[in-house]
């Protein structure tokens, strides 16, 4: 007997024009828009439902790809503790509870001695004497249909605790205030705040985010605890739409660190604890038309800036500058009128991503040949001819990523994460070196996450490999595969990218892809322009009017993919999310025959439609990213050409799986619903395309570790049962 082929949802073609220079798109299913419509609603129900019934015979591999996920996880762990006020902080997870306990336990020592940030030795299901919790996010989620935090600050006294919760998915926040000396909530609630919170030095005012009706952090606003909300000041207001506003505390904590900007030129202003009367003090103004970031700290016993900037530095420069020469007047002095102390001096092969400072050291991210590195550098004679050449820990990786952990800013030790394609998660201290030439500090290996069921980072192999562009470039890829792998060329494959917002895709190790590699498939992430793995100028590369180069660059990764002996051309799939989504959709539309199966993660499909209406979540500030086709011709022309939606063509499409969430806000439902209308509509072929909504879910899915796995696992599931690679390779000799 033949099984039913269930037939897909359809959607009403309700005409919509959109009329942008001289050009007329007829839009018959921006209807779908409608969030409030119990029709709209209805439809993507039906669209769950066929989902549902399309890849009923994937629940097995589903399954079994969430228990090995599971099964490999050490469900009972705990972080490393860290240092700050007088106590270590640490979250626990427990085995059957989805989400992180927040603990804390008085710490030893006044700190002045590098054994003082050794942190205690913490159990997974040991109780330790005198151990606190702050948050019992299980506690917390009990009830509600979704759970995150968005933000949390301790008092420097260390009695009371602020924390952002969302119930919705829709990353905005309630705010509440717990007394930790007695476990009561204050009176004090603040609805709808976007990220970021911190307090005052005396602890008697919050700082928090507000973001306007599009989603855009614009507000910079003042709680004094103990009066109305109503009354709360506002500290900034940025009025430009196409900028983004955030904040930070500098790292010896004496100033509140205001940042806007876009994604090519930026603004700090300051605010001194010290003196919080004389209100924010600009560094740089945006006109300058400099992408910087600053840290103001003390250098022998004087105020200095530390800048991070791109004048005249494509890939940015460390610079010094005296505070005291910014202003002249009212106004910030010109930066022609500045002068500047080269630190870190510009270099066309290496990335500075950022620099901090500790008590006693400087501290620099970098990025060189697309891996991420840290280094540090004695203050003691900086920006003098005196000063110390830079040394950073060593690793035996060629591929890996090790980035700042968070550190305290009166520590001997830095905190560092690494990770790789095969090593699972380190958490090290770096002892700061103390005395020069090859002293090169000291790594201290606090932990590696566990990972159970027999692991071995020697049964997998990751390794650089290359891919020719249509224009000559070479694109960098990450292969990753089995160690046992036969090299027959009848393997599955998958390509995974981005591309965007200069945004890199580093050397992580995952739990889930095990699921993949041991099915036999080779992983690929592609390393295409627009990303930020090779520099600024490989970002420049693939934005604005050179955007297709991140699309043409995916079919290179995939060509060489097709061609390298380890795959079957014919089972090649290709992932990607959000702006990775858009990805996946320029490249179905351009290439559908190289694909198998498009797994699409809440997809930017819609993209110039979006764009096009400021008042949509970000729209403004996709600007400098994509270009503006609202005022540029040439823009709208170029995005039409490329836009996923407007894009589909009669062509037979390969299986497709657009994953989405009702609530996100980032990339809005409606982008993969009318995609997947559009393609069932025009596509000549009979591979399913379907749409898989999480009604409860925000732009990561749904909450909890235990729906993130099952997630996965659906993602994974699709994939590899499309590749026809459901089948576990035999156990690693």
């Not at 595969?481 to 895709?505: C, F, I, K, T, W």
């Not at 898989?692 to 994939?719: C, P, Q």
């Amino acid at each position: 007997m033949t099984a039913t082929v269930p037939t897909p949802p359809a959607a009403a073609k309700i005409p919509t024009l959109r009329t942008h220079h001289g050009d007329t798109f007829t839009d018959n299913y921006e209807w779908l828009r409608n969030k409030e419509s119990q029709e709209v609603k209805d439809h993507l129900e039906a669209e769950q439902a066929y989902t549902d019934a399309v890849t009923a015979d994937q629940e097995q591999l589903r399954t079994d790809i969430f228990n090995e996920i599971k099964n490999r996880t050490q469900e009972t762990d705990l972080s490393v503790p860290s240092r700050k006020d007088g106590w270590w902080y640490y979250s626990r997870m427990v085995e059957g509870q989805a989400y992180a306990i927040q603990c804390r336990v008085k710490a030893d020592g006044d700190g002045a001695a590098v054994e003082h940030w050794t942190p205690p030795v913490v159990e997974p299901g040991v109780d330790v004497p005198g151990e606190q919790i702050i948050l019992d996010g299980n506690a917390e989620a009990e009830g509600q249909p979704f759970f995150s935090i968005g933000g949390a600050a301790v008092t420097r006294d260390g009695h009371l605790y602020a924390y952002a919760v969302d119930n919705a998915g829709d990353e905005l926040f309630t705010v509440r205030i717990k007394d930790l000396r007695t476990g009561e909530l204050l009176a004090d609630v603040i609805e709808n705040v976007f990220y970021g919170l911190t307090f005052s030095p005396d602890g008697s005012t919050l700082y928090y985010m507000l973001a306007d009706e599009s989603w855009r952090p614009y507000q910079v606003k003042t709680h004094v605890l103990g009066t109305p909300v109503e009354s709360d000041e506002v500290l900034y207001q940025e009025d430009d739409v196409a900028m983004w506003t955030g904040f930070e505390l500098s790292a010896d904590r004496r100033h509140l660190v205001v940042g806007i900007g876009c994604s090519e030129y930026s603004e700090t202003r300051l605010l001194d604890f010290a003196n919080p009367g004389t209100g924010l003090r600009t560094v740089i103004d945006r006109s300058e038309h400099i992408l910087y970031e600053a840290e103001p700290f003390l250098l022998d016993g004087a105020e200095r800036i530390l800048l991070t900037h791109n004048l005249d530095a494509v890939n940015s420069m460390v610079s010094l500058l005296d505070p005291a020469l910014l202003v002249h007047g009212t106004a910030s002095r010109p930066v022609a009128e500045q002068e500047w102390a080269t630190i870190i001096a510009h270099d066309d092969g290496v990335r500075i991503n950022g620099a901090t400072v500790t008590a006693t050291h400087l501290v620099v991210s970098l990025r060189e040949n697309t891996i991420e590195r840290i280094q540090v550098l004695p203050l003691a004679g900086l920006g003098t001819a005196n000063q110390s050449a830079a040394v950073e820990p060593a690793f035996d990786e060629e591929l890996y990523t090790a980035g700042m952990g968070g550190t305290d800013y009166a520590s001997p030790v830095i905190r560092l994460s690494y990770t790789s394609f095969l090593t699972p998660p380190r958490v090290y201290d770096y002892v700061l070196p103390t005395g020069s030439g090859a002293d090169a500090g000291t790594l201290l290996l606090r932990k590696e996450t566990p990972v159970l069921g027999g692991y071995a980072p020697s049964d997998y192999v990751a390794e650089r490999a290359w891919a020719t562009a249509p224009d000559g470039v070479k694109v960098p890829l990450s292969v990753v595969r089995r160690a046992d792998l036969p090299h027959d060329g009848a393997n599955a494959g998958v390509v995974y990218g981005y591309g965007s917002y200069e945004v890199s895709m580093d050397p992580a190790f995952s739990v889930a892809r095990l699921s993949l590699l041991d099915r036999g498939i080779v992983f690929v992430i592609a390393h295409v322009r627009g990303g930020g793995e090779m520099g600024r100028n490989w970002y420049e590369h693939g934005k604005k009017l050179a955007k297709k180069n991140t699309f043409t660059d995916f079919i290179a990764a995939t060509d060489w993919l097709a061609g390298s002996g380890w795959v079957d051309p014919a089972r090649i799939g290709a992932s990607g999310g959000s702006a990775g989504g858009l990805l996946m959709g320029a490249v179905a539309n351009l290439a559908p025959e190289k694909y198998a199966a498009v797994h699409a993660q809440v997809p930017f499909v819609d993209a110039l439609t979006t764009i096009l209406d400021p008042d949509l979540p970000l729209s403004a500030l996709e600007w400098e990213e994509w270009g503006n086709p609202i005022e540029d011709a040439e823009v709208y022309r170029y995005m039409k050409e490329y836009t996923p939606y407007e894009n589909v063509r009669p062509v037979a499409y390969p299986r497709i799986a657009a994953v989405t969430s009702f609530n996100d806000t980032r990339v809005l439902y409606v982008e993969p619903a009318k995609w997947v209308q559009m393609l069932r509509e025009l596509s000549t072929g009979s591979e399913p395309i379907v749409l898989k909504i999480e009604m409860d879910g925000g732009h990561g899915g749904a909450s909890g570790r235990y729906e993130g796995w099952k997630t996965r696992a659906w993602d994974y599931a699709f994939l590899a049962h499309s590749l026809g690679a459901t089948t576990p390779m035999a156990k690693h000799s």
